[in-house]
């Protein structure tokens, strides 16, 4: 194992690991602190973080308002408190050590004024910004206005060199160093490009090299990168540290801190992950935001995956092609090809008879408990995504035009539910396609560790 020397990240020399941001509540401010407290580098969530009552009680998510725009408002206003009451529990628990960063997706509804918000009155409690999710051309802008380092979170070469020539070649000073991260191997949303296939893997080594002959083509020889993504022991990334064609890396580590003492998430998840095995993992395009992301494949995303098994396509009028007539409420029929017959017939003889449009012309097919449950999640929408291709709303325009997809979720409500000792069953749990190292490795053949345990191990390579 090749010495792990300390490098400067977000104006500090800290050793070159980093816990990775993770909403909803799933990194926060006692395991970022913690992370810094090691003098690593610690990211809280800044997506609907917890913040609590003068007893340090956690305050639910709660609106006051029926209106979805204004609803929005109020989901801008209590991150803004959760990211400030996060940012001061990470600062307390860090002892001044490591730094602290805040994670922000640049696709939830607000970003910026979420970002601007907590940075206005954060001084000195957070060091850096990470952000992906979409391009977050403002993100530096924002940053250098308050003397806060800044991460972008990308997934090729070409992505930052966009964000480099559109927007950051003006806030260089800030930019702290640019997140690589694996769309084939991460936990969460993953930034998997149209040309690039989900079945097809490349390894991370040429698309670093890529990066970092980037970087230095227009100066950045000295940022690092910060490689996210299927990262668990440091033996497997020996090439990758004193690489003269990677040059200065950190490494990220998103689900390995998920199973620490101060891990927030509740017990029966880090049990389940414990249990995971390989190719539990699914890398797929459910989400409302329109990314691909990676979770482990329990009920919540089984249901999701046998409702897109069984979507058929069809056409308004009958035609040669589609002349199989389908009753779809009692004043709608629709046509749908001979051949499909047989599968939306056995799918509502299996309970599952409400029929859906999708915005691409085709029908998926819902149980009765299914359809009430997704009415009512659209109706309690807080417009948290800029773009929500499950309940149609937009930032910009309220509604975005098209049909609400059957086929998507209310990531919102899951990512909060689980996050606050909800199923871990019946909602979704984003992982890395590693998780199910945890099964084998010994670190936690004893228990759980505590971060400052599990950090020790990184150290060692394992
Ligand atoms: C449960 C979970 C939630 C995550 N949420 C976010 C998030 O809100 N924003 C973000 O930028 N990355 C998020 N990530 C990605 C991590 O920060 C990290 O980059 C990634 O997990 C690294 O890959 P690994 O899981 O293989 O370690 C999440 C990952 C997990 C596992
Ligand atoms: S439906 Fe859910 S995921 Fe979509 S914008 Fe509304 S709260 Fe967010």
Request: with cysteine; hydrophobic share 35%; glycine share 10%.
């Amino acid at each position: 194992m090749k010495n792990l020397n300390p490098i400067m990240i977000s104006g500090k020399e800290v050793l070159p690991l980093i816990e990775g941001g993770k909403g909803i509540n799933a990194s926060d401010g006692r395991s970022s602190g913690a992370w810094a407290h090691e003098n690593c580098v610690g990211t809280f969530s800044g997506v609907s973080p917890d913040y609590y009552d003068e007893n340090g009680k956690v305050i639910p998510e709660h609106y006051l308002t029926k209106n979805r725009l204004t609803r929005h408002v109020e989901m801008v206003e209590q991150s803004i408190k959760g990211c400030l009451a996060q940012a001061k529990i990470a600062h307390e628990i860090s002892g001044g050590n490591g730094r602290i960063h805040m994670n922000m997706l640049w696709e939830l509804a607000g970003s910026q004024q979420i970002l601007t918000g907590v940075l206005e009155k954060a001084k000195g409690l957070i060091n850096g910004v990470t952000c992906g999710a979409g391009l977050p051309y403002n993100l530096g802008e924002i940053a250098s206005k308050f003397g806060v380092y800044y991460y972008p979170i990308i997934s090729s070469a070409r992505a930052f060199q966009v964000l480099w020539k559109r927007a950051y070649n003006r806030f260089m000073e800030y930019l702290g160093g640019v997140v690589y991260e694996d769309p084939w191997l991460a936990g969460g949303h993953n930034g998997l490009s149209n040309a690039e296939d989900p079945q097809t893997p490349q390894t991370p080594y040429e698309r670093l090299v890529e990066l970092r002959k980037t970087m230095n083509s227009v100066g950045l020889h000295e940022k690092p990168i910060i490689l996210a993504g299927g990262v668990w022991a440091l033996e497997d990334w020996q090439d990758y540290i004193d690489n003269p064609d990677i040059g200065k890396i950190a490494f990220q580590f998103g689900t390995r801190p998920m199973i620490t003492k101060e891990s927030p998430i509740s017990d029966a998840w880090k049990k389940l992950m414990l249990q995971v095995k390989k190719g539990d993992v699914i890398l797929q395009k459910f989400s409302p935001t329109g990314f691909f992301s990676s979770a482990i494949k329990n009920t919540f995303l089984s249901r999701l995956m046998e409702r897109k098994q069984g979507e058929i396509t069809f056409q308004k009028e009958a035609s040669d092609e589609y002349s199989y007539p389908l009753e779809i409420s009692e004043t709608k029929k629709i046509f749908i090809k001979p051949e499909d017959a047989e599968k939306a017939n056995k799918q509502i003889a299996a309970g599952y008879s409400e029929i859906k449009e999708t915005p691409d012309d085709t029908v998926v097919f819902l149980s009765a408990d299914e359809w009430v449950q997704m009415k009512e999640d659209r109706k309690n929408c807080v417009g948290c995504l800029s773009q929500c291709q499950f309940s149609a709303w937009s930032q910009a325009k309220g509604n975005s035009g098209r049909l609400p997809d059957p086929r998507s979720y209310c990531i919102h409500k899951t990512l909060y539910d689980v996050s606050h000792n909800g199923s871990i069953v019946d909602n979704l749990l984003f992982a890395g396609h590693q998780v199910y190292r945890f099964a084998t490795d010994p670190l936690y053949r004893n228990g759980i560790p505590s971060v400052k345990e599990l950090i020790e191990r990184i150290k060692t390579g394992k």
